[in-house]
């Protein structure tokens, strides 16, 4: 699918140039990489990552990697290493046996660390982070560093024990010794090693020093045999550094660092530490809360991996930051959805409607079309009967302008494959409230067309027949923030939650068919379904059984992010 449809943007415009006769991979095979941190779910913004890394291998015929960057164990954890896996092969993408670990290398990486000492291009420092900060000067005063002449064997002795485990965190770093003046404060000595006394989700307390990513990456990159390592726009200033590690270390093969600009979009928080935040503090459900951008959160709202991967190529690759409207990305899920889902009859807010010239104990079927874009999805019979339950707004006793639908002595309507009805009055509880909505139908009308070829200005309401309807609870989600820019500069995000991010309907009425309607598989997306005239929907993956239905809707069938 991805040869098919990924089009051609610059990263592929430098693959293809280097692959020609006489370029830095003519003769190769393009090896690509998709490295997250294991320490929360991917979210949608990995997804333009995740595509570009697997894309990009799909479509020149090359293969992609998928490697765990552990090599910070502060908050990482086995639960998002198989959370990660199932995703990526839920989005149709696979590493087949290329899997692995940043902290694979760990060995091979403090070995390169102890030949730079040797080499006389790193040191170990005695300078906490606040101390090398007074040191680093500024563009036009060269950092210092009084540790930068220590001997060799004096920096490799402290590094061995350092590996040893004999000093406290923050007392030495490894530097490496590039340029204290340079315009770029990445080269100007950066850290390779620090000092960290936590346990590994993978090596337990085997390793009590850390590689730092920017040392890490190339090398990993290297050792794996990448050809292009595709990364987001934040490291372009650390790419001289990449280019360093590469051109310093003892490595096998040298790779390519691209960089692309990350995705944006409004009304949500990327930040994985924020996404976090929101789990703990119990402001949604869990990770996959289908409010959240998280692609287990999506998933089970009723994204499709189709809907993804399309908006992922349409928005396209570039190096300039942008900000995409959430609207786009519901555009696409109702683009795929508009293919391929059933259309289904449900009252979300049921009033009970009695046709009173309808006979008694009569009973008979209505045939509806099951997807009208799709005529090979047939159509299927449902049961019709004197009462019924419809939306309680296609019901007004004093009709606004313009109202086209149920009104006493108003227009007629047209009842969803079944009769024209008009309404004839209502019926309400001590409070006032209407209980019931009374109508006459037309018995020749059946298919909801008038023998006498008489125009119908009313509006065609769909509803459930109410002995057979089945009871179910459907969840309506709006955006989770009420700010386009929740975690914009000097925001707090939390300030912006909306209070009616989700609204919870429990006495829906839904027909019969969907009380058999299939349970959702674990790392799949359910089944969808259109609910005529409410939007698509799908059972939820942790809270419907077939005793107790509940759908959420995964969109509206109108762009739900329309100012207001």
Request: net charge negative; hydrophobic share 35%.
């Amino acid at each position: 699918m991805a040869e098919e449809t990924m089009s051609t943007n610059f990263i592929h415009s430098i693959i293809e140039e280097e692959l020609e006769p006489g370029g830095r991979c003519a003769g190769k095979q393009v090896h690509t990489r998709f490295p997250p941190e294991p320490n929360g779910y991917l979210h949608i913004g990995h997804c333009k990552a995740l595509t570009i890394d697997f894309g990009t291998a799909e479509k020149y015929h090359g293969i992609c990697n998928l490697r765990m960057d552990d090599t910070n164990p502060a908050k990482e954890d086995t639960e998002y290493v198989d959370a990660i896996q199932e995703d990526i092969h839920w989005l149709g993408f696979d590493w087949g046996d290329r899997f692995y670990y940043g902290s694979d290398y760990f060995e091979q990486t403090y070995e390169l660390a102890e030949d730079l000492i040797q080499r006389g291009l790193a040191y170990v420092c005695e300078l906490t982070p606040e101390q090398f900060r007074a040191y680093r000067g500024d563009t036009t005063t060269p950092a210092q560093s009084p540790w930068r002449d220590r001997p060799v064997e004096e920096s490799l002795e402290l590094f061995r024990r350092m590996k040893a485990g004999e000093f406290p965190e923050g007392k030495y770093t490894l530097r490496a010794k590039i340029d204290l003046a340079s315009g770029n404060f990445n080269m100007r000595d950066p850290v390779l090693y620090r000092i960290r006394y936590i346990e590994h989700h993978r090596q337990g307390t085997k390793w009590c020093i850390f590689p730092m990513y920017d040392f890490a990456h190339p090398i990993q990159d290297a050792l794996e045999g990448i050809t292009h390592s595709l990364c987001s726009l934040e490291y372009e200033n650390h790419r001289p550094l990449y280019d360093w590690v590469v051109e310093h270390c003892d490595l096998p093969s040298k790779p390519r660092q691209i960089e692309f600009a990350r995705l944006g979009i409004n009304y949500t928080v990327m930040s994985k530490r924020k996404l976090r935040a929101l789990v703990e503090e119990g402001r949604v459900s869990g990770w996959d809360d289908p409010r959240m951008p998280t692609l287990c959160g999506l998933r089970r709202r009723g994204y499709t991996p189709r809907s993804i991967r399309n908006f992922c190529e349409r928005i396209g690759v570039s190096k300039v930051d942008s900000t995409v409207d959430w609207a786009f990305l519901e555009s696409c899920l109702r683009e795929d959805l508009n293919e391929t889902a059933q259309r289904v009859m449900a009252v979300l807010r049921p009033v009970k409607l009695t046709i009173t010239n309808y006979p008694e104990g009569q009973r008979e079927t209505v045939t509806v079309e099951n997807n009208p874009v799709d005529p090979e999805a047939g159509v299927r019979e449902v049961p019709f009967s004197r009462t019924l339950y419809i939306e309680a707004d296609d019901f007004l006793e004093e009709p606004i302008p313009k109202y086209k639908r149920l009104t006493p002595g108003g227009q007629e309507c047209r009842l969803k494959g079944a009769y024209l009805i008009r309404c004839t009055g209502c019926m309400k509880n001590a409070a006032g409230e209407v209980i019931e909505v009374l109508c006459e139908y037309d018995p020749a009308s059946k298919g909801g067309n008038p023998a006498d070829g008489r125009k119908v200005k009313g509006a065609t309401i769909h509803w459930v027949e109410a002995e057979t309807a089945a009871d179910a609870e459907v969840r309506l989600y709006d955006a989770l923030f009420t700010d386009p820019a929740p975690d914009g500069p000097e925001k707090n995000f939390l300030d912006f939650l909306n209070p009616e991010s989700l609204q919870i309907l429990t006495h829906c009425k839904v027909e019969q068919g969907l009380a058999q309607a299939p349970m959702p598989e674990a790392g799949k997306t359910a089944k969808a379904y259109q609910f005529m005239r409410q939007g698509y929907f799908c059972l939820d993956s942790q809270d419907a059984s077939p005793t107790h239905l509940v759908f959420n809707r995964s969109v509206s069938l109108k762009d739900s992010f329309k100012k207001k």
